[in-house]
């Protein structure tokens, strides 16, 4: 199938790097800090920020602290303003959102068996039953609900996965009622012929508003499928600031896709996002500053090198978690 060429006008941003891409750092990153980061992404002109996961903190203990981090997101008037999100896995999660203050939750499966199993401890169908609970309980809380199918081009244990898994699973989500489905490339193998095969199916039956794409950036393809969706018409992009991320359980996953490579394009096509790249740039810096380590964001790496402040983006970006 052809991508039509319809790019949209307007692209928002979701901003994961505070979850995506801290919840892959081998340390965990102190609550100022994480508060400081989502302040500048704030700042930037992000709208849309995952702000953490309330998931087991035992697995992934660098998301432990996501109460605090909600309850000063909420409670402090200089966050208002972005729509924050926070990952559940359960009810267990979806309880302790919303007692730190969330109103947006983001829920999760996969088209892949064995990585659901590794990453949630459920079979596929076993967690689209819990999604529906989740979905209800959304639903009477009024919260604004988003669901990710990770593993949809390829997964780390049971190598491709065929377009019609992928596009099954998202439709079984938007069946549900969840507000948006993003199409996860978990470990970064999707190129546009992919997308085409995945993305283009989903637009053309369920729209462009309804699917977003969430794309690693592991071989490099993250922006050349970014492209390729847009030409599909969608407008719901999944970045991390510097180009942090990755998952915990799905081994050699590394970055997402970096934000300010995905606004340095988009800015050049034209499509406004509302996001100052010199301000997120600063962010990022100060975020690779905090953390000690390179970011792998190419356009950061550059305005980097122009403010003479190189030592902190050269060289290979030190994933956790990866190979
Ligand atoms: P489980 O062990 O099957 O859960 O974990 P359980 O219901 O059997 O409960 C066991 C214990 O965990 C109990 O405690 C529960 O209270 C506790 P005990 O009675 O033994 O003392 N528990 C919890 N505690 C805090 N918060 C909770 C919670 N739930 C249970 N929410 C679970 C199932 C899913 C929770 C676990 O496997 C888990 O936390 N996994 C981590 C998953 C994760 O964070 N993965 C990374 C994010 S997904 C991703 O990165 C992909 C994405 O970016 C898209 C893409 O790139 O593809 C989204
Ligand atoms: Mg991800």
């Known amino acids: 199938m052809k991508a039509p060429q319809r790019f949209p006008r307007n692209v928002t941003v979701f901003e994961v790097g505070p979850r995506d891409g801290l919840q892959n750092e081998s340390r965990a990153i102190e609550l100022a800090s994480r508060l400081e980061f989502i302040r500048g992404l704030k700042q930037a002109g992000i709208q849309q920020i995952e702000a953490g996961a309330f998931v087991r903190p035992d697995r992934v203990p660098q998301m432990a602290a996501s109460d605090q981090v909600f309850q000063e997101l909420t409670s402090s008037r200089e966050f208002w303003g972005p729509q924050y999100w926070a990952l559940v896995p359960n009810a267990e999660g979806v309880k302790r959102a919303v ?82 489905v993003s199409i996860g490339d978990t470990i970064g193998v999707a190129t546009p012929k992919d997308v085409d095969a995945v993305v283009g199916p989903l637009v053309r039956d369920a729209g462009p508003a309804l699917t977003a794409v969430h794309f690693h950036d592991t071989r490099g393809t993250a922006l050349a499928n970014t492209f390729r969706a847009l030409e599909w018409g969608v407008s719901t992009v999944d970045a991390s600031a510097g180009g942090l991320g990755g998952c915990p359980f799905a081994p050699g996953a590394t970055g997402n896709l970096a934000t300010e490579d995905l606004v340095y394009l988009l800015n050049g096509l034209g499509i406004s996002t509302g996001i100052d790249l010199e301000n997120l740039c600063r962010t990022s810096l100060r975020l690779a500053q905090a953390m000690g380590r390179p970011l792998s964001s190419r356009y950061l790496q550059t305005y980097a090198v122009q403010c003479g402040t190189a030592p902190f983006v050269q060289g290979q970006p030190g994933h956790g978690h990866s190979l």
């Open 99 to 180: 007692a730190a203050g969330a109103k947006a939750i983001a829920v999760f499966t996969a088209a892949s068996e064995t990585f659901n199993q590794r990453n949630i401890n459920l079979s596929i169908h076993e967690s689209l039953a819990r999604i529906r609970e989740i979905v209800a309980e959304a639903r009477r809380l009024k919260l604004r609900t988003r669901a990710y199918v990770s593993t949809a081009f390829g997964c780390p244990y049971e190598g491709r996965i065929s377009p019609r898994r992928a596009i099954r699973v998202c439709e079984k989500l938007l069946e549900l009622g969840v507000g948006q």
